[in-house]
């Protein structure tokens, strides 16, 4: 049973008994059962070690499990080592009895991460964001980041995802000032939406670092001592000219006593 988790709201006191099963309908003994909510989102990585322990329990030998949902909106996530399941809230509000959720066995993503020309990037993070939930009402309930740190020759493996459509992003530290508080600044480089199977791995190649661009840098400076370009940060920003905004027409005398079709036709 969770610890602390009634409370007043339109699923207050609702007591779930929850059955996980494989694919064969075989009852899947010690799969995690997490609960997110807006207070404590769920964390779908997460299979060892949960950031709320007070929101998790852990199927018996017969896949059961009998808990209370919190008083607020809630989404709950049962992993395992052999797959994933998901229940909204939409689901359960009008299911009465036991719920019985199936698990689907996880998918993995494997890629290399290189920069514009082609070289592998090794020790950098790459992010992957599940489209499951990514777009979903829910979203605040359920955290669906996980982060990889690319080897010597730019591997990442991500090896359990819920299968369907990911996204996969470079997350770079990019230096953006002197002072210590803008540093470094983390952004999301280079993304690639990637379809994932049950039980199958999906493997790709992920270029990050943008384009290469060359040029020569000239600096005219009243200083006589040269300055240091390893340390010189350059920002290039594209120029273009703005379109020149049309004449402004003004309106007929006569404008005010006009029908609203004439008018329409006169803006037309």
């Known amino acids: 049973r969770f610890e602390d988790l009634s409370g007043p709201s339109w699923l207050s006191g609702r007591t779930i008994e929850l059955r996980v099963v494989d694919a064969d309908q075989r009852p899947v003994a010690g ?59 939409e689901e359960l509000f009008d299911h009465r009895g036991e719920w019985t959720a199936q698990i689907e066995p996880w998918a993995a993503v494997k890629g290399v991460l290189v920069d514009a020309q082609g070289r592998a990037l090794p020790e950098e993070t790459v992010e992957l964001t599940t489209g ?81 661009l060359r040029g020569r840098l000239e600096v005219e400076t009243l200083y006589e001592a040269p300055i240091d370009f390893r340390n010189v940060l350059v920002r290039i920003v594209p120029r273009f000219e703005p379109k020149a905004a049309p004449a402004r027409l003004s309106k007929p005398d006569a404008f005010a006593a006009w029908t609203d079709e004439k008018r329409a036709a006169w803006h037309s």
């Open 31 to 89: 799969a995690m059962v997490q609960v997110g909510s807006v207070e404590k989102s769920a964390h779908l990585p997460t299979l060892d070690s949960p950031r709320y322990p007070d929101r998790v329990a852990e199927t018996d030998a017969n896949g059961r499990l009998r808990f209370e949902l919190p008083g607020e909106f809630a989404v709950v996530v049962i992993t395992h080592a052999h797959g994933v399941a998901f229940i909204d809230p």
């Open 132 to 212: 499951r939930w990514t777009e979903h009402a829910l979203n605040p309930l359920l955290d669906t980041h996980y982060r990889v740190t690319t080897d010597a020759r730019g591997v990442f493996e991500f090896p359990r995802v819920p299968p369907g459509q990911v996204r996969i992003a470079h997350r770079m530290k990019t230096p953006t000032g002197s002072s210590d508080q803008y540093r470094n600044v983390v952004r999301l480089g280079r993304s690639l939406v990637v379809h994932t199977e049950p039980s199958g791995t999906s493997e790709t190649r992920l270029r990050g670092g943008g384009q290469l």
